[in-house]
């Protein structure tokens, strides 16, 4: 259960990751991702 969580919550963050700016897009895709996991 917590690795199938864990693993969620990683994808949803790797696409943060390496952008140089984020959006206002970005941080509402990252947070709706992260709660579907949850």
Same mark, same amino acid.
């Given at each position: 259960?917590?690795? #199938?969580? #864990?693993? +969620?919550?990683t994808?949803?963050? #790797?696409? *943060?990751?390496?952008?140089? +700016? *984020?959006?206002?897009?970005d @941080?509402?895709?990252t947070?709706?991702? @992260? +709660? *579907?996991? *949850?």
């Amino acid at each position: 259960m917590f690795e #199938s969580l #864990s693993d +969620r919550l990683t994808g949803a963050l #790797s696409g *943060l990751r390496g952008k140089g +700016r *984020l959006t206002e897009a970005d @941080i509402d895709a990252t947070a709706r991702e @992260i +709660r *579907l996991a *949850l």
